[in-house]
Every structure is written in C-alpha cells, then in structure tokens.
C-alpha cells in the first residue's frame, strides 16, 4: 500500500511532535505525517500515575527560559496546566562530606558561599589568563584547567543531573558549545560571561522582558500531557499512525520513500525525529554516506519513586546531587512533592532518586526490592526519614541517555554535510545538539524552518546560545 505526503515525520516523541506542531502553526494547510514506533506518543517522556502518587520515568521539566518551548505549550492548548517551580525560590543541594549543602543558582554565587576554600576560590581567577586547552577536552580537563580541582565536584553535579554522565569522558565542546565558542572568543570565560551578562540584560530591559532566574516548568498531569496535547491536535491515521515502524529510506524522484512492514510512505521531506542511535540505524539501511561512528554511547538511569507520610525533615528545594567522590549509592534525588505539591496523596510527600548513569550501569541490574531498600538507606544518611517509605516503585525507561563524549563532533559535522547535500532530509531528536527538552525544542524548530524555506525565504541561521548553569 502506497501513501504520500509533503513531509513525513518518523518518531511521536517530542521532538517529532513538536516540529509538527511549528508546521501547522506556519503553514496549517500542509500534509504531513507522523509514525511511531510505539502505542502511544511521548518517546522518552514518561508520567507514572498511581495510588494518588505522580512521578517521572523521564524527564522531570524544563526550564521556562525557551521562546520556541512556550510556542508549543500555547500551540498544544496547555498554558492554563502549566506548573512551575521558580529557580530564584527553591534551592538545589549538593552532597559534600557525606551531608546536603544548600547551592545557589550561580557560579557567582557559589563562589562566595562557604563551599570551598578561599584558595581556591582565588585559583577562580586564573582563567583570566589561562589559554584554550587544544584539541577536545573533557569536562574534567576544562574546569581544571581553568578553575582548579576544587570546582570539579560541582562540575560533576551539573552533568551528573543533565546527563548522568562522566566528565571524563564527556567533551566541553560537545556539551557546552556556546561555553566553548565564549572561551575561544574572549580568551577568559569570566570575561566573556561578564560581556555576555550585559549584553543579555541590556537586550531584556530594551524588550521589556523580565530578568532574573528562569523556572522549571512541568504540567499538573505530569510531563506526558505536552506530548500527548501535540499529538491529539493530528487527526489519527491521516496525520499520526501508531504502531508503524520505519524499516527502511531511500531516495526516489521528487523525494523519499520510506517503506514499513504494511506501508510505502512517499514524501518531499522526511524529518527523522529519533534518539541519535535510532537514527543511525535506521540510516544504515539507506545509500546515504556513513557516519563516523555507528552508535554512542549510552547512559541508563533508573527513577525509584518513595512516599512517605509528611513526617520527615526535608529540606525544601529542587533535590540534591551527589559527586561520584562522595560514593553514594543514589546520583541524587528531587525533592518532587516540593515543587509540585498535587503529586501525592494529601499528607504525604514524594521523593524521586535516581540510579545508574554512566559510570555505574551495574547497578541497573538490581531487584526491585534490593533498589528500594538501597536507595532508602542512602537517602535516610542524608535526610530525615523517620518510617520506611509507604509508597515505592521502581520505573526503568526503556531509553539510554546518549553520551557526547569522543567522536560526538565528528558526528554532529557529518550531519551537517548531509544536510548540506541533503535540502529535504532533516535529523534531529534525542542527542543531536543536546539533550534537554529545551535543546530538543530547538533543533525541532530549526528543522521546521529549513523546511518551510522550500516554500519561503531561507532563514538565517542564528549562533550557538552559552547555556546558563543551574544546579
């Protein structure tokens, strides 16, 4: 059976849904197409709803500082379900010498916090005259390099939250490139952050737009309603199938086809909305020129979600993370109940702790039950947790986080020269240029511009953004 359409999208995720969502709302006449894999949309974003408790197996929010995420929240019908957890009210904390310390949401302000030595608060400075390491550093060698050993734990919280990663193995160039392209430009990335600050602020007072922290964002149903609230706006079967599984792509005459086990999908345009691994394999089936690399790699995270009666002493704020030096069990935890108070039932509070990561896929493989009661000594030694927990259960995504460590540059080069040579063949998801919801969001949007330029004006292309650090 033959089908066609102007564009064909291939993944139900958010970023596939979310570059459907920037094409009807542009060009709301356009055929499109969607196809997943799966029963049902959202990819890695995942709610679990039970016994009155709410947690994520997924990504738990995204920060409220993204034009191109609050189109979608508007486009999807979800500013009045919108939840938010202001940055500059609630505090993150980090675990240091086996207890929480309360962290600010700045490098400034971690600075001036009684969190390291003055040593090496003063070892700071040195960036001001410290050269560009050469070639790819990692996270470790950079924040070394420029600010001394010292800040490595809180370098290592950053990624551990966004990535579960390793900073020895993750690249600086990869992870922050506008970071990267700061150094490179002014020499000093205190320097450069000092005229970026300004620049920043004198563009928002100008637009009237407010300064300050940014918020994270979530939905009272839980991070699945955005995805869900995207794809109920596509009419089933004509515009999103389930259940569809992309086999194979090859270019024809005015296009590609991309065949399925019942179907054979024609289009102008093919989006392939994947995890980057998805993606190279699907592409490995085409005549297109191989990638460097044939897959990344992957760090998978287990979210053990404990109730307790409202009892303990939680400290209030965000959650912790934990640095590899401290050896706990746990990388860390949120403190969910906090930021989103209707997440358990009335009286009690929620904890979500996360295991695994990068540097210890082992423990992935732990029973249930052995998790539960690992992840509840851990976090009694940090907090006051007077009862076992009332509520527990294990969610284990079925998803890696991809890791940009070696050869991810050289990847992301190869996907520009194929969208060079390639006007009507456009890659992005889960780990090409980022991984957060915001990154995801934008590389969607990219991908609808360039193919909203085969009907308009080609658009300019703008520069990478330097990502703020927030604990």
Same mark, same amino acid.
């Given at each position: 059976?033959?089908?066609s359409?102007e564009?064909?999208i291939?993944?139900a ?9 920037f #094409?009807?709302?542009k060009k709301?006449?356009?055929s499109l ?5 799966g029963?049902?949309?959202g990819g890695a974003?995942?709610?679990?709803i ?8 997924g +990504? ?6 993204s ?6 929240i508007?486009?999807a ?5 919108v939840?938010k957890?202001? #940055?500059?009210k ?6 240091l ?13 971690i600075?001036h916090?009684?969190l ?6 003063l070892?700071?400075?040195a ?8 070639? =790819?550093?990692t996270?470790?060698?950079w924040v070394?390099?420029r600010f001394g050993? =010292?800040?490595?734990?809180f370098?290592d +919280?950053?990624?551990t939250g966004t990535?579960a ?5 993750l ?5 922050m ?5 700061? !150094?490179q430009t002014y020499?000093s990335v205190?320097?450069?952050?000092v ?7 004198k563009k928002k007072k100008?637009e009237?737009?407010k300064?300050g922290?940014?918020a ?5 149903a839980g ?7 995207m794809?109920a ?6 515009? *999103?199938?389930?259940?569809?599984v ?7 005459k005015g296009g ?11 289009a102008k ?5 994947l995890?980057?691994n ?9 005549e297109?020129?191989?990638?460097p690399?044939?897959a990344?790699? !992957?760090?998978?995270?287990?979210n053990?979600?404990l109730?307790?009666?409202d009892k303990g002493?939680?400290? %209030?704020? %965000?959650?912790?993370?934990a640095?590899?030096? !401290?050896?706990?069990?746990a ?9 989103f108070p209707a997440?358990t039932?009335?009286?009690?509070v929620?904890?979500?702790?996360l295991?695994?990561g990068r540097?210890h896929?082992e423990?992935? !493989?732990l ?5 539960i009661?690992r992840v ?22 079925n998803?890696? *986080?991809?890791?940009? =460590?070696?050869g991810y ?6 996907r ?6 390639n006007s009507t063949?456009h890659?992005?998801?889960?780990g090409w240029q980022g ?8 590389q969607?949007w990219?991908?609808?511009?360039r193919i909203?330029?085969g ?5 300019e292309q703008?520069?990478e953004e ?6």
């Open positions: 059976m033959q089908s359409a564009v064909l291939i993944g995720g958010l970023s596939g849904l979310a570059t459907a969502t #094409l009807k709302h709301p006449d356009i197409l969607v196809i997943e894999q029963d049902h949309p974003v995942a709610s679990h039970e016994e009155g408790y709410l947690a994520e197996a +990504a738990h929010g995204f920060l409220d500082n034009l191109e995420s609050r189109v979608l508007h486009e019908g979800l500013d009045e379900e939840e957890a202001p #940055l500059s609630f505090v993150r904390y980090i675990c010498n086996g207890q929480l310390n309360a962290i600010p949401q700045s490098p400034g302000k600075l916090a009684p390291v030595p003055l040593t090496a608060k070892r700071v400075l960036d001001l005259w410290k050269k560009p390491l050469p070639d =790819e550093p996270v470790a060698q070394k390099h050993k =010292e800040i490595l734990p370098a +919280a950053v990624f990535y990663g390793d900073i020895n193995r690249k600086l160039e990869a992870v490139p506008g970071l990267h392209n700061m !150094e020499g205190l320097k450069g952050a005229h970026a600050g300004l620049a920043a602020y100008k009237g737009k300064t922290l940014p994270m964002t979530s939905f009272k991070m699945s309603r955005l995805p869900q609230a794809a706006k596509l009419t089933p079967n004509k515009e *999103i199938m389930y259940r569809t992309a086999r194979s792509l090859a270019r024809v590609w086809v991309v065949r399925t086990g019942q179907l054979e999908l024609h345009h093919v989006v392939i909305a995890p980057v998805s993606c190279l394999d699907l592409l490995a089936y085409s297109l020129p191989p990638p690399l044939a990344l790699p !992957e760090a998978r995270i287990i053990v979600a109730g307790f009666p002493n939680i400290p %209030f704020g %965000f959650g912790y993370l640095p590899e030096k !401290e050896e706990r069990f990388l860390g935890a949120l403190f969910s109940s906090q930021m997440r039932p009335e009286g009690h929620l904890l979500e702790a295991v695994g540097r896929p423990r992935l !493989e029973p249930d039950e052995e998790m009661s509840y000594d851990d976090l009694q030694q940090l907090i006051d947790l007077p009862d076992p927990p009332v509520f527990s259960r294990v969610l284990r995504p998803y890696g *986080i991809p890791q940009l =460590e070696e540059l050289a990847l992301l080069q190869w520009q020269r194929l969208h060079a040579n063949l890659l992005c998801g889960f991984i957060g919801i915001n990154d995801m969001h934008k969607a990219k991908m609808a511009k909203l330029a009907y308009q004006e080609e658009q703008p520069q330097v990502k703020g650090v927030y604990f």
